[in-house]
């Protein structure tokens, strides 16, 4: 357990549709990364925000936001959804440092657009 | 921008081999770069990372070699056993935006 939770793990959707993603980072850690993999591919940057403030911006759609609360939990909100949508969205977390113990990804949320 | 990329898609070793992976990358001013591990229905897993002023780093049955001069990297394992099987990734660290960039990963499948 890397201490990131992601929630839904699974999420199937029609297009057109609006889903939201659900991060919890690691206690301590008040940065939160989103990034989508596609089939077969490496992770693509999304967004970044560190304690509710946005970041840093990625390769990210006018259709999908994100935002960070109060309590550091992060939510990735794609809107106007697309066949070529379906990927696994990562959330990632850390507390400063990059290695071992300080750039840690949740598990995912698998989204299949039908 | 960075672009990240790997020589071979899948890679296939016989159990107690040496496995050797291959990345390149674009900006010769990066200068820090991290060996991920991604099993089937998990996130990335931190294997080991060098800095730019290292050309080589050891871990456990892992080692990373940096050449700066060609933009290369390479994660060797040794005696490699079938839990090794997953996809492994080369990242770069964008140290300003503090965001990572991906090459599309290596399937390493092990034979017993």
């Known amino acids: 357990d890397s201490g990131v939770t992601q929630t839904p793990k699974h999420l199937i959707t029609a297009t057109g549709q609006r889903v939201t993603l659900r991060c919890s980072p690691r206690?301590?850690?008040?940065?939160v990364y989103w990034y989508q993999q596609s089939l077969d591919q490496g992770l693509q940057f999304l967004i970044q925000?560190?304690?509710?403030?946005?970041?840093a911006k990625g390769n990210i759609l006018e259709r999908f936001s994100a935002q960070q609360f109060p309590d550091l939990h992060s939510e990735l909100n794609l809107s106007s959804l697309e066949l070529g949508d379906s990927a696994l969205y990562f959330c990632?977390?850390?507390?400063?440092?990059?290695?071992?113990?300080?750039?840690?990804f949740g598990s995912g949320t698998r989204l299949t657009v039908v | 921008g960075e672009s990240v990329g790997l020589h071979l898609p899948t890679l296939s070793v016989q159990e107690g081999d040496n496995s050797i992976i291959n990345c390149a990358y674009s900006?010769?001013?990066?200068?820090?770069f991290i060996w991920y591990k991604q099993e089937s229905g998990k996130g990335p897993q931190f294997i080991i990372d060098?800095?730019?002023?290292?050309d080589k780093r050891q871990g456990q049955r892992v080692t990373v070699l940096l050449n700066k001069t060609v933009k290369h990297l390479s994660l060797q394992i040794a005696a490699t056993q079938p839990g090794d099987s997953a996809v492994y990734f080369c990242?770069?660290?964008?140290?300003?935006?503090?965001?990572?960039?991906f090459g599309s990963g290596t399937r390493l499948q092990v034979q017993p």
């Open positions: 990632a977390s850390s507390g400063g440092g990059w290695g071992l113990y300080g750039y840690t």
């Open positions: 206690s301590g850690d008040l940065s």
């Open positions: 925000y560190y304690n509710g403030e946005e970041r």
């Open positions: 900006n010769s001013a990066s200068d820090y």
């Open positions: 060098i800095r730019s002023n290292m």
């Open positions: 990242a770069v660290a964008d140290t300003g935006r503090r965001a990572l960039t």
